[in-house]
């Protein structure tokens, strides 16, 4: 059987303002697909990256107690990876699109209802790749002017922008096949010029990678001049996000700390008892969402010591409490593969001092595997979350 012809109506091509016409070749379909395939892999790399960062910071009901605490480094790796990729793609996404920037002059701007739905696809794949890169790069900065909330954004556009490429790559399919193992002509007279074009980006690329990347792969921290932190600066050689000060804990604050737990056999302590009970010692990073970690000596109480001591069931949940009120980190749940996790700790000091204030004195949580925002700071209450307070 025929299948039935789907009629795709042409627009009149008699008039023709007067837009540039270029002849450089470095605007080619082989130039697009090299820098296109350097893009594509950046992105996908971002995305998945991307992807296991959300998880691990805000899994899905049924998935929280099974989220895995190893390898300790895990999310430092995968954050790492994800705020590098993200700034290797901004100089190959301006290498690409000036690659093919001159397709806007393109005229009639749509051949045919095809061509049209092609340049709106291509336009929603620009548009939000652009967006994700500049306002994830505005987070690493801290940077928030727009009315929007970063978090959620960032990840519903991640789908578009993966979406929009796929759609992209399938419709460029063949142009692709055609170029990918193109050798370029060696009388080729735009050999050099194709030459500076590639070594540019690669430098580009080098140099943006190579003065941030110290942020997070601390053997280059010499090299970090870009990056907003530096795994050096702060108190205790080690960085910090939001100060004491900034949380409100104030000395007044601290006054009189105690530590409740909840749970079966609920209790409190003093900081004399706390320290007094016995102390573990562990190397884990803090990995920040935004792209800077930093590996150091935790010493403190284990966490499911002090639920056993409560009397908390294996399998519970719990909510950790700061002396902070109101942040957005004040509060948070760790699941019952963290809080069964001999290396998570209730850390008292940080490289064998007492925990500096903007560290979390006089306790903090530190775990394995886990997005530094969730690593609270000033904890005073840890509530057992059991089957009934968790629904
Ligand atoms: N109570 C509280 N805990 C917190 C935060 C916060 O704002 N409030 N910030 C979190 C974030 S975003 C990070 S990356 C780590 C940083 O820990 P540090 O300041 O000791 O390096 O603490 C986390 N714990
Ligand atoms: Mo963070």
Known sequence: ???????????????????????????????????????????????????????????????????????????????????????????????????????????????????????????????????????????????????????????????VAVGALLLHVAVKAPVIARNWRRRPDPLDADGPNRRSFAAAVGAAVGAVTLTTVGQSFTPLKDLDLLAPRHPDHGPQSLPVNRAAVQAGITTNRLAGYRLTVTGPRPYELTLPELEAMPRHSHVLPIACVEGWSKNARWTGVRLRDLLDRAGAPHDSRVRVVSLERGGHYAVSVMGASYARDPLTLLALTLNGQRLDRDHGYPARVIAPNRPGVLQTKWVTRLEVLDGQARA
């Open 1 to 159: 059987m025929r299948s039935p012809r789907v009629h795709i109506p042409r627009l009149p091509r008699a008039f023709r303002p007067p837009l540039p016409v270029f002849r450089g070749r470095l605007h080619d379909e082989r130039t697009a697909t090299v820098v296109g395939r350097l893009l594509g892999t950046a992105v996908a790399v971002c995305f998945v990256t991307g992807v296991i960062s959300h998880y691990l910071q805000q899994p899905p009901g049924w998935a929280a107690d099974l989220l895995p605490s190893r390898p300790v480094w895990g999310y430092r790796l995968t954050q790492g990876v994800h705020v590098a990729s993200g700034i290797a793609a901004v100089p190959l996404l301006l290498a690409k699109l000036w690659t093919v920037y001159p397709k806007l002059f393109v005229w009639p701007p749509a051949g045919s209802v095809a061509h049209a739905l092609e340049r709106l696809s291509i336009g929603l794949l620009v548009t939000t790749v652009l967006l994700e890169l500049v306002i994830g790069l505005m987070d690493t900065a801290q940077w928030y002017p727009f009315p929007f909330p970063f978090r959620q954004t960032h990840w519903a556009l991640a789908w």
